[in-house]
């Protein structure tokens, strides 16, 4: 089941069930479907909070899917607070991979719960923005919301 919440000028649009959270999209209308239940309805709640610009660390019961190492990199970018940054070589370190940066990359570029497993929050290791799957204008877009 979907349900979307309004931001900025897209939806955030996430999929689970009453257990939990399998995948979140930004996306630009609105998908929902029925009225949310059990962890969906927790993740859209949460949402809200989020898109009216409450400092949220989500607390939500996630079951992205991928391998062990990227799960292991989504968790650590879930400890990157709220309006701040983390290199990929910070998350590499964080996950006891020190060499391991692009591997890093690949996993966030992965990540199929965008915002509560923040990859928009992860940069180059001199500040700079790199990919993300909506754009780089959208992840400044994001940093700046999340800033003010």
């Known amino acids: 089941m979907k349900h979307s919440v309004p931001f900025l000028d897209l939806y955030l649009t996430v999929t689970g069930d009453e257990k939990a959270i399998t995948f979140l999209d930004l996306t630009d209308k609105d998908e929902s479907e029925g009225e949310p239940k059990g962890e969906l309805l927790k993740a859209v709640d949460q949402l809200k909070r989020y898109a009216s610009g409450?400092?949220?660390?989500?607390?939500?019961?996630?079951?992205?899917?991928?391998t062990s190492f990227q799960k292991k990199v989504w968790a650590a970018m879930r400890e990157i607070p709220y309006g701040e940054t983390r290199s990929y070589g910070d998350l590499a370190r964080a996950v006891g991979s020190p060499k391991g940066f692009r591997a890093?990359?690949?996993?966030?570029?992965?990540?199929?719960i965008a915002i509560v497993q923040p990859c928009h929050r992860?940069?180059?290791?001199?500040?700079?923005?790199?990919?993300?799957?909506g754009?780089?204008?959208l992840?400044?877009?994001l940093l700046q919301f999340e800033r003010n």
């Open 54 to 66: 409450e400092k949220i660390k989500f607390d939500l019961n996630l079951d992205p899917q991928g």
């Open 104 to 112: 890093v990359g690949g996993a966030c570029n992965r990540n199929p």
């Open 122 to 133: 992860v940069v180059g290791t001199n500040g700079s923005l790199t990919g993300f799957f």
């Open 135 to 137: 754009g780089l204008d």
């Open 139 to 141: 992840k400044v877009k």
